[in-house]
């Protein structure tokens, strides 16, 4: 309305304007006056109808669906294509368990998957116990299901190895082991008060890199969990110096914007038999067994403290 109202005024001024000049102009000339011309242009312009915005009701339905969806993601540790293939059907299930679309989103680098956790821009994650309770204590997330297997995490030099007693003996020395903010990183990192005689790290993907670095001698120590360990050391090749007590292992965790009925159905759907078929690639990666098994909070409660010298969480 005010863009024509304008037009109006403006339309009205010129023909005032230029009335005197149009009106000479066309002496002679037997077509329509120079100010009924005008006169209809005005008309027109005001009586013709604006072309009327869409309602609400006829977006289209999939740009409604996807606007409302919850995004479901986990750490960048695979390749893109990898990850899809692992979490994508994940995602479809839950979407089909709650009615509601869950879209899978892979965060690509660590540093990206970092920062849109801590502005809530995920609503389901599946990663490490230490970040399930950091949502849990600072981002009003619950725990759902988890791999059933507890966590235990072990030191190890190779056997040989006899000035090394003990953990706190090989502040300064070099261990294969992965980049923090992996939990095994950081409990060996935990264990060194001083910060000028903290490990060096030798960044090594995979736990049977990081074994292979210690009996090969390329570090004086590596951390991985007990598991992996007597799954690749069945001949005594190296001796642990150092065990964490038992802790919860990767869940799933769901945030705010996803109700706590949809939470219930998420965790029931989860743990179910329903479940092998979607979660089946999941579960081969992460050594689950047959099925995740039911979680909560208070299990997962004080393995934030890990992150506490993690940049940008505290």
């Not at 102009?25 to 109808?49: E, H, L, W, Y």
């Not at 059907?89 to 849109?116: D, F, H, M, N």
């Not at 059933?148 to 070099?174: C, L, W, Y």
């Not at 950081?186 to 009996?215: C, E, H, M």
């Amino acid at each position: 309305m005010i863009a024509k109202s304008t037009l109006v005024v403006s339309l009205f001024v010129l023909s005032m304007t230029f009335a005197s000049s149009l009106a000479a102009d066309s002496s002679g000339n037997q077509s329509t006056p120079p100010m009924q011309a005008i006169a209809a242009a005005i008309k027109k312009v005001v009586f013709t109808p604006s072309t009327p915005m869409p309602a609400k009701n006829t977006i289209p339905e999939q740009i409604v669906e996807e606007q409302d969806a919850l995004v479901f993601t986990a750490p960048p540790r695979e390749t893109s294509e990898v990850a899809k293939e692992t979490y994508q059907p994940v995602a479809a299930y839950l979407s089909q368990v709650i009615g509601r679309k869950v879209r899978y989103k892979y965060p690509g680098t660590w540093g990206v998957y970092r920062t849109e956790m801590l502005q809530g821009g995920y609503d389901i994650i599946f990663d490490g116990p230490h970040f399930n309770s950091y949502r849990m204590e600072k981002l009003s997330h619950n725990i759902l299901v988890k791999i059933p297997e507890r966590h235990e995490f072990a030191v190890i030099v190779k056997k040989d190895s006899k000035p090394f007693q003990n953990v706190r003996q090989m502040a300064g020395r070099t261990f294969c082991t992965h980049a923090p903010p992996n939990l095994g990183t950081l409990v060996l990192l935990g264990q060194f008060d001083n910060p000028s005689r903290q490990p060096v790290i030798i960044n090594t993907k995979g736990w049977d890199k990081i074994y292979a670095g210690v009996v090969a001698g390329k570090c004086v120590g590596g951390i991985l969990p007990v598991l992996n360990l007597k799954k690749y050391d069945n001949t005594g090749l190296t001796r642990i110096v150092f065990k964490t007590p038992a802790m919860p292992n990767q869940a799933f965790s769901a945030g705010p914007r996803v109700s706590p009925e949809d939470q219930a159905k998420i965790a029931q759907a989860l743990a179910s038999a329903d479940a092998s078929g979607p979660t089946e690639k999941l579960r081969a990666a992460y050594k689950v067994g047959d099925s995740f098994s039911l979680a909560n909070n208070q299990e997962y409660s004080g393995l934030a403290e890990y992150l506490r010298n993690e940049w940008g969480y505290y």
